[in-house]
């Protein structure tokens, strides 16, 4: 792909999860310029969508705040999902955090010779193929994701 092409950032950030708006909004409060890539059409997908309506947070409030925004304080211990997905808007628009949707992440490789990350992602809008150049790469994709090991990463012997 042409260089031209390329968006070099600080960091890359995969995942518009809780883990990964967290990640970006301290980044952005220490000006620090990132990207979040997330696979699908809005930030907490699996808070959205894959719970039921009456679930409520299993921990009081106070563990799961995310960095640099409490709860408000008439919240209840035990905030409900609808709570803490409108939390999580609010958390996002508060931080400015705009994450790239429906960006599935096709391979990232770390270039020794410039020492930063390539990260290779196909927007499922157009269909086109975009490149990040990053420092730092972040993965948070969450624990229900599918796990995958980069492959000069993966431990080839059982010493």
Same mark, same amino acid.
């Given at each position: 792909?042409?260089?031209?092409?390329?968006?070099?950032?600080? =960091?890359?950030? =995969?995942?518009?999860?809780?883990? !990964?708006?967290?990640?970006?909004? @301290?980044?952005?409060?220490? !000006?620090?310029?990132?990207?979040?890539?997330?696979?699908?059409? @809005?930030?907490?997908?699996?808070? /959205?969508? /894959?719970?039921?309506?009456?679930?409520?947070?299993?921990?009081?409030?106070?563990? @799961?705040?995310?960095?640099?925004? $409490?709860?408000?304080?008439?919240? $209840?211990?035990?905030?409900? /999902?609808?709570?803490?997905?409108?939390?999580?808007?609010?958390?996002?628009?508060?931080?400015?955090?705009? $994450?790239?949707?429906?960006?599935?992440? #096709?391979?990232?490789?770390?270039?020794?010779?410039? !020492?930063?990350?390539?990260?290779?992602?196909?927007?499922?809008?157009?269909?086109?193929? #975009?490149?990040?150049?990053?420092?730092?790469?972040?993965?948070?994709?969450?624990?229900?994701?599918?796990? =995958?090991?980069?492959?000069?990463?993966? @431990?080839?012997?059982?010493?």
């Amino acid at each position: 792909m042409d260089k031209a092409n390329e968006k070099e950032v600080v =960091v890359a950030i =995969v995942g518009a999860g809780p883990s !990964g708006l967290s990640a970006a909004a @301290c980044l952005n409060r220490l !000006g620090v310029a990132n990207v979040v890539l997330e696979r699908e059409d @809005c930030s907490a997908s699996l808070w /959205r969508r /894959r719970t039921y309506d009456r679930l409520k947070l299993h921990l009081a409030k106070q563990f @799961c705040e995310l960095p640099h925004m $409490p709860f408000p304080s008439n919240s $209840p211990t035990f905030v409900p /999902r609808n709570q803490f997905v409108e939390y999580l808007d609010n958390y996002k628009s508060y931080f400015e955090i705009k $994450p790239y949707y429906r960006r599935t992440i #096709e391979t990232t490789s770390y270039d020794d010779r410039i !020492g930063k990350w390539r990260i290779v992602a196909r927007n499922m809008g157009s269909g086109k193929q #975009e490149v990040y150049v990053a420092e730092f790469l972040v993965v948070a994709s969450g624990k229900n994701s599918e796990g =995958v090991m980069p492959e000069q990463y993966a @431990c080839t012997d059982r010493q």
